[in-house]
């Protein structure tokens, strides 16, 4: 990747409206539209909304459709009006990450400045096969492409190209110095702040903080593929989420704890390209009867399914005693009160330290 003029002032742009917001600071919730939202997201997204309240933080919501497979414009349509009706308000216009691939382009080239990025032409198989030789790291990169001369590079892409299919682009994890392709050194590790830390006894004056670390391992930043198909959105998730809420001063992310593993990459990647660092929060997920994720298979489980009154019912009990008479929705809806009014309330009472830790069980 060549030095670009226009990437360069792309990319003072990303740090220049990220370092401008982030002083009053903002949370987001950010689904992906490939289906309703199910009471595990809403109730995700409520906590979200909660905590960038009640700690004075802005509110955003985005629409991560950067996975053109997976999203649909309806999906984004029905999820973006759920979360209305159920009363969450945001006080920036929704982003859709398909509009900021510029952005990820200026984030890729600055990390390709810095000798970070190099091309990949290993399929899916060729992945699965090198791990399963002694000595490889199970399921992970096994480091085929990191350390190959421009020979074989030149080789390897003109290979690919004569099949009608581009390399992805990969990150260069660790010390850009060693020539080593080991298991162990195709890996890091990255500790981030975790704010939501989980095993810490209940009560309390304050939510107390602990810490997480994760590996980091030579990720994919751009997917390949059929050269015919691609479109130039694909750019991979850990590479635009960071930049997203860098470009939205976003400095506190609350998600489900089902995604902790992946923020040590996300944290790491910030690091490289100058980023403020992110405050997460992981929340335990939301169960059916099996003591399984969540999902269609556990019936009515969406709000469409259940209406706005029991799936914010459900939530407000969901939340227990971290909230204000969770117990009177009902009520209030009867009496005309709007969900938004409810949620103001809830951030009003919100004590985000008396929030249980384990995942919460859904019957039904």
């Known amino acids: 990747m060549a030095k670009d003029a226009g990437v360069s002032s792309q990319g003072a742009d990303l740090r220049r409206r990220g ?7 903002a949370g987001r919730y950010a689904p992906s539209p490939s289906g309703d939202l199910h009471l595990g997201n809403l109730r995700t997204a409520v906590l979200a909304w909660l905590f960038a309240r009640h700690s004075g933080r802005t509110f955003h919501l985005r629409v991560d459709d950067i996975d053109a497979q997976r999203s649909s414009e309806e999906s984004a349509r029905r999820q973006l009006a759920d979360l209305a009706a159920l009363g969450i308000t ?26 970070r990025v190099y091309e990949c032409y290993c399929s899916r198989k060729d992945i699965q096969e090198a791990s399963r030789a002694p000595h490889a790291a199970p399921g992970g990169y096994p480091g085929t492409c990191r ?17 009608g299919r581009s390399p992805a682009l990969r990150l260069r994890v660790g010390d850009l110095s060693s020539f080593d392709a080991t298991p162990a050194s195709l890996v890091t590790t990255h500790t981030i702040t975790e704010g939501f830390a989980a095993g810490e006894a209940l009560g309390g004056d304050v939510l107390k903080k602990g810490t997480f670390t994760g590996e980091v391992d030579d990720m994919v930043l751009r997917r390949g593929g059929n050269t015919a198909q691609l479109d130039g959105s694909e750019y991979a998730y850990n590479l635009a989420v960071v930049v997203d809420d860098a470009l939205a001063g976003v400095d506190q992310v609350v998600r489900g704890d089902d995604l902790l593993s992946s923020a040590p990459r996300q944290a790491y990647l910030a690091g490289l390209l100058g980023l403020p660092e992110v405050e997460y929060l992981h929340v335990p997920l939301v169960l059916g009867p099996e003591g399984k994720r969540l999902a269609k298979r556990d019936g009515a489980v969406t709000m469409r399914e259940l209406g706005v009154e029991d799936a914010l019912a459900w939530i407000g009990e969901s939340l227990g005693g971290a909230v204000a008479e969770p117990e009177s929705v009902r009520d209030a809806l009867a009496q005309g009160k709007a969900p938004a009014e409810i949620l103001e309330g809830w951030a009003e009472s919100f004590r985000p330290e008396l929030l249980s830790r384990e995942p919460v069980t859904y019957l039904g």
């Open 147 to 163: 350390n190959l001369s421009e020979e074989e590079r030149a080789t390897r892409r003109a290979e690919l190209a004569e099949a």
């Open 90 to 115: 945001h006080d920036e216009p929704i982003v859709h990450e398909r509009d900021c691939l510029d952005h990820y382009a200026a984030a890729l080239q600055k990390l390709a400045d810095q000798g």
């Open 19 to 25: 370092a401008g917001s982030i002083q009053q600071g």
